[in-house]
């Protein structure tokens, strides 16, 4: 069974940074295509970012140059490093599978406040 643990948010100043982690279990991040994705709220999810199997990466306009995903294939987690927050950032945050429609998990809370 597919199971993505995603950790890390929190309440950050504008500017500031975070790294969000995502464990993963049931599937392999080495032979996948995994996104990072949000959800504001009243708003739809949508995908910030992906790396594909062989490790090239893709971003949301909205997050380019200050986001960067990246993953550990030995311990299957995955990350993104988020700088110069904006409180446009905040967002429940979560991993999955490219094009995902199912299997999401409880994602995690970052809220850019000051």
């Known amino acids: 069974q597919v199971q993505f643990v995603e950790s890390g948010g929190g309440l950050v100043q504008p500017g500031g940074s975070l790294r969000l982690s995502c464990a993963a279990s049931?599937?392999?991040?080495?032979?996948?295509?995994m996104a990072w994705y949000r959800q504001a709220p009243g708003k739809q999810r949508e995908r910030v970012a992906f790396?594909?199997?062989?490790?090239?990466?893709a971003y949301a306009d909205s997050v380019k140059g200050r986001f960067t995903i990246s993953r550990d294939t030995t311990k299957n987690t995955m990350y993104l490093q988020m700088n110069s927050l904006k409180p446009e950032d905040t967002a429940v945050y979560y991993c999955?599978?490219?094009?995902?429609?199912?299997?999401w998990g409880e994602g995690t809370l970052v809220t850019v406040s000051s």
């Open positions: 999955n599978k490219n094009g995902a429609t199912n299997n």
């Open positions: 049931g599937v392999n991040f080495a032979y996948y295509t």
């Open positions: 790396i594909t199997s062989v490790g090239n990466t």
